[in-house]
């Protein structure tokens, strides 16, 4: 499957802990993108890379988040002293140049308690 | 930010129906996109459109990317009971925000058998 991933899937968490996400994208894409998703609304941008550079990050993107690309390849979103209005949907997103499309992975569903 | 107006909220119909969903914008964008959401997963890309007044098929979907560049349509022919899911229109402004996807809220398609 040469599709984005992401890891993990669902996760759990308790208030006030930290939380990591990985997202491996399709191997020939440069960009890779960050959004979040709540019910019942559409996915917002949270931040974007090109290559190893973070280039854009989103108002929504409060200090408690950490997004990084070290090596240009896989991705990881960090979440310090998580907050139950963290819960969502983060998905991750590449592509090869910005005038291509955006594929999705899967997503990693969050839950704070 | 760009607001995309997605409607109808919601669809119920029966198997064999043809589905017509839109979305507005009150800016313009340069390409007009297409996701699928099936509960639990990522988006996944239907169609993608580069120029407005392009009409793109696939398969029996068939989306336009309006004149005026601030609005786009996707009509789904004879349904099948695995056309059921979220379906997201998402507009992207190369010009000027770097690729992020503006996306509207989302169209919940229910197929009867």
């Known amino acids: 499957d040469t599709g984005v991933s992401q890891n993990p899937r669902h996760k759990i968490t308790k208030r006030g802990q930290n939380v990591t996400f990985r997202c491996d994208p399709i191997?020939?894409?440069?960009?890779l993108y960050w959004y979040r998703q709540t019910l019942g609304q559409g996915p917002e941008f949270l931040t974007y890379?090109?290559?190893?550079?973070?280039?854009?990050k989103s108002r929504l993107l409060s200090d408690r988040f950490s997004a990084e690309r070290p090596k240009g390849s896989f991705s990881t979103l960090e979440i310090q002293r998580t907050e139950q209005g963290d819960s969502a949907m983060y998905l991750c997103?590449?592509?090869?140049?910005?005038?291509?499309?955006?594929?999705f992975g899967p997503g990693t569903r969050l839950l704070v308690l | 930010g760009q607001q995309l107006n997605q409607s109808p909220q919601s669809m119920f119909i029966q198997e064999g129906e043809d589905v017509s969903m839109n979305c507005t914008s009150s800016?313009?964008?340069?390409?007009w996109l297409w996701y699928k959401q099936d509960p639990g997963e990522g988006p996944v890309l239907l169609i993608a459109?580069?120029?407005?007044?392009e009409l793109t098929s696939n398969g029996r979907l068939t989306a336009q990317f309006g004149i005026t560049r601030k609005d786009s349509f996707l009509n789904i022919s004879a349904s099948i009971p695995s056309d059921v899911g979220i379906y997201f229109c998402?507009?992207?402004?190369?010009?000027?925000?770097?690729?992020?996807?503006?996306f509207g809220r989302g169209t919940q398609l229910t197929v009867w058998p």
């Open positions: 997103a590449s592509s090869w140049t910005v005038e291509e499309t955006q594929y």
């Open positions: 191997s020939e894409h440069n960009r």
């Open positions: 890379f090109q290559n190893e550079a973070q280039l854009e």
């Open positions: 800016s313009i964008f340069n390409t």
């Open positions: 459109l580069y120029k407005a007044g």
């Open positions: 998402a507009g992207l402004d190369r010009g000027s925000t770097l690729g992020r996807l503006y």
